[in-house]
């Protein structure tokens, strides 16, 4: 120490403060370095100095905080082993009633196979489609296409829907395919030839008539049955789908017994919608973007990773293209020109890479002063468990190891780079923070509003139905020996030791689901009291540290560890009504007699720093709002195995497919129409095993909400295996049966506020699209396909555009 007592005379004063820091933090390796002069230590003076600016509390603090949470990690004391868990307060559940539906992969039964349509519109590349009826039976072809024609000028504008010159387009062999985007990924052309039937009628369904489908060849024949069987089959049809008068409007259904309960849920999910859809233009997006792709091969952003291969659309080009619409809406139907404030938490790894993206793609058609790019700085690493600081010395200089302090850091940077009060005069009263891979979690956030509306909720977690071991935070009631009740999520890693330490097992309800649902890193704020306590606590979130040992002492590290934040803990920081300041000095006085202090266990010492608030919870099934990218395909194929989700990219983009499908069943079901799958297939890419449902891609263009998705959708629907549904545009659905691939868009160039109007009974069937095994990986393919180690086959597709 004698040299430092020699340097500190040469430091300026108002620099002394921070090697006195050093020594108060017993940073005794560095100050006793061989190589310490008055040069370099100006260098690590300089360091703090930058930390700071990262850590606004200060660097001995920091140190501190690091020493008791590692001296609690060491000693595995528990964090909540004083406290009571419990499944969560104020939590809305909604289940829809899966074992009718979809969900389960079953076979469809040949019933709900049989589609019926009149008056239909064919589109066939083969004349493998015979088809006859009551109608048609005396009618030769060319009064059938003359009929047909007629029927549609009554209704449409025939060269604004089917001509091909307006791209509407059959695409078989001869002609080609066009590509989808410029940037398209290698994927194989056909060239392919337009061969489009006009057909009258394809059946009547009432009264007394009955489809049968059977194989004849490589198409399919359809007969018509008469006679007292077909009569008995319509009644029952009837009486299975007479779900009685219902109003969208005013959310009121009037409801048979039968029916009543299965589409109970249904209606709960729009009223909640309806009500957060009122607030649109009151919610500002916070986007937590910090991570580069590595663990998935991929050395670029995660947000330029595309969320499928149809639309090739990234995550941030995905994320944008749903703000703008929100815009749209609120024009439209607000009257209201309004530029929605978009936060994007990045880091030193991404912002660079992140703001270039940007530019290059003009902002992706939002407005720059819009987007505020918030860059996350690193913290201080630690070598050991006494907190002495991990560093290097080269070319004469001391360079300390940093690390991100975690996705926590967005309250603080908020608070210090947004002016929340200019936000709330502005009208703007919630938050949605989301995750930079979860393509679902933007179809329901007018649920997620409504419900924090209707609940009256400070902090809304999203959750999903959770396993029991799966690798997902846990939301809990978690209640101390003083009664002082807070909803927070606890890692699934100390969840798991809690239950393990207690000898018991998690407890699961009827459908083997976790009673404590999964966090989804989803949430919606309310603004003033989230305001409130930014302001109150300078954006300090309850810190944590991880520190991988090299061995069961638990001495010694396997590389440097750092203090972190996780941004749900803000939940930490909402305190019920029984919370008082004796209960507060009580939990400080439990964390001292444990060798730590309260704020290493999630609750700060000062109440004042806490708010009072209601934190809840909207619990949903997991294919309507969760499918994240975080695992390569050996944990993917790990995880696969065990029953738990594969979180990579192929599970990611078979997710968003088949989330698109589950809305598009629930719209049907409302309407008291089918929407009918074959059994989904399972697929295996790459080494994964996971179920590849029809390609349907809804942009939110058609619609965002599912009550403007049950508005849009009129008729039944059938959609077989390998199909292609893309819908990019206003549209109107009425019966649709595919077989192929659909595109369904309008042109940019139209200035026009009608849909495109699909006939009312079109049938479509082509080679459609498909996605295939990538059996050559090399430099040709993009580095998309490289991952994902499949492609998509274009064949064949019907293109309609307005």
Not at 139 to 160: G, L, V
Not at 238 to 261: A, D, H, P
């Amino acid at each position: 120490m004698r040299k430092i007592d020699k340097l500190i005379k040469i430091i300026k004063d108002e620099d002394k403060k921070y090697i006195e820091d050093l020594i108060s933090a017993e940073q005794t390796e560095l100050l006793n370095h061989d190589e310490l002069n008055e040069k370099n230590i100006l260098d690590i003076i300089k360091q703090i100095k930058e930390f700071e600016l990262v850590y606004p509390d200060g660097f001995l603090k920091y140190i501190k905080r690091a020493k008791s949470l590692l001296k609690k990690s060491k000693n595995k004391i528990n964090n909540f082993s004083n406290c009571l868990i419990e499944k969560p307060d104020n939590i809305i559940k909604i289940k829809f009633p899966w074992n009718d539906t979809l969900h389960e992969f079953d076979e469809c039964r040949k019933m709900e196979r049989q589609l019926y349509l009149s008056d239909s519109l064919v589109y066939d590349k083969d004349n493998s489609l015979n088809v006859s009826s009551s109608k048609s039976s005396h009618s030769t072809e060319e009064d059938e296409k003359q009929e047909c024609t007629k029927r549609i000028n009554t209704e449409y504008d025939t060269t604004a829907i089917f001509t091909q010159n307006s791209n509407s387009i059959s695409l078989s062999e001869g002609g080609i395919t066009p590509m989808l985007s410029p940037s398209s990924s290698n994927d194989e052309i056909f060239d392919t030839t337009g061969n489009r039937k006009f057909v009258s009628s394809l059946c009547a369904k009432p009264k007394g008539v009955k489809i049968n489908e059977r194989e004849r060849g490589i198409g399919r024949a359809y007969e018509i049955e008469t006679g007292r069987e077909c009569e008995i089959e319509a009644e029952r049809e009837k009486e299975l789908w007479e779900y009685g008068e219902r109003s969208l409007e005013g959310n009121e259904i009037q409801l048979s017994t039968v029916t009543c309960e299965k589409i109970a849920q249904i209606v709960e999910y729009i009223r909640y919608e309806e009500v957060g859809l009122s607030q649109i233009d009151r919610v500002c997006f916070v986007l937590l973007a910090g991570g580069l792709g590595e663990r998935l091969n991929h050395k670029d952003i995660k947000l330029k990773l595309l969320t499928n291969l149809i639309s090739e659309k990234t995550y941030i080009e995905y994320y944008c293209n749903y703000i703008k619409s929100f815009q749209e809406y609120i024009k439209k139907n607000k009257k209201k020109d309004i530029d929605i404030p978009f936060i994007i938490m990045l880091s030193d790894d991404t912002y660079e890479k992140t703001i270039s993206f940007f530019e290059n793609n003009n902002f992706f058609s939002l407005k720059r002063h819009q987007i505020h790019f918030l860059k996350q700085g690193k913290v201080l690493c630690f070598k050991d468990n006494e907190a002495h600081i991990d560093f290097t010395f080269q070319n004469g200089t001391f360079h300390f190891s940093r690390k991100p302090h975690g996705h926590g850091d967005i309250h603080s940077l908020i608070l210090n780079n947004i002016d929340l009060d200019s936000l709330i005069k502005q009208g703007y009263n919630y938050l949605y923070f989301f995750q930079d891979t979860n393509a679902l979690a933007m179809k329901v956030l007018y649920l997620c509003l409504g419900i924090s509306i209707d609940k009256q909720l400070h902090m809304n977690f999203l959750a999903i139905s959770r396993k029991p071991g799966e690798e997902i935070g846990a939301i809990c009631s978690l209640t101390s020996m003083d009664n002082c009740k807070k909803v927070v999520n606890i890692e699934y890693n100390m969840l798991e030791s809690i239950i393990t330490g207690s000898g018991e097992k998690e407890i699961v309800d009827e459908d083997g689901y976790s009673l404590y649902p999964g966090n989804t890193s989803a949430i919606v704020f309310e603004l003033r009291t989230y305001n409130e306590l930014l302001k109150k606590t300078n954006g300090f979130v309850p810190e944590y540290i991880n520190p991988k040992y090299a061995d069961e002492s638990r001495k010694h590290f396997l590389r440097p560890t750092r203090v972190e934040t996780m941004m749900q803990d803000f939940a930490f920081l909402y305190c019920c009504h029984e919370c008082t300041g004796e209960i507060m000095s009580k939990h400080a006085k439990i964390g001292e007699e444990n060798g730590v202090n309260s704020d290493s266990i999630g609750i700060p010492n000062d109440l004042s720093l806490c708010g009072r608030g209601r934190v809840g919870v909207t619990q949903l099934d997991r294919c309507l709002c969760f499918s994240a990218v975080k695992n390569d395909s050996l944990k993917a194929t790990y995880n696969a195995q065990r029953n738990i989700h594969p979180e990579c990219m192929f599970s990611a983009e078979s997710d968003l497919y088949y989330n698109n499908c589950v809305f598009l069943q629930l719209a049907c079901m409302y309407n008291r129409k089918k929407f009918v799958l074959d059994k989904i297939e399972m697929k295996t890419f790459n080494g994964v095993q996971y179920f590849m449902p029809p390609k349907v891609l809804i942009e939110p263009e058609f619609a965002f909400t599912l009550s403007e998705m049950i508005k849009k959708v009129k008729g039944n629907i059938t959609i077989r295996n390998k199909s292609t549904l893309w819908i990019k545009s206003d549209a109107l659905i009425r019966n649709l049966y595919l077989d192929g691939a659909l595109i369904i868009e309008k042109l940019n160039c139209e200035d026009t506020i009608l849909p495109v109007m699909l006939e009312k009974n079109v049938c479509i069937r082509n080679r459609g699209y498909e996605l295939v095994p990538l059996t050559d990986i090399n430099e040709n393919n993009s580095v998309h396909l490289q991952i994902r180690r499949y492609k998509l086959v274009k064949k064949e597709a019907l293109i309609i555009s307005s």
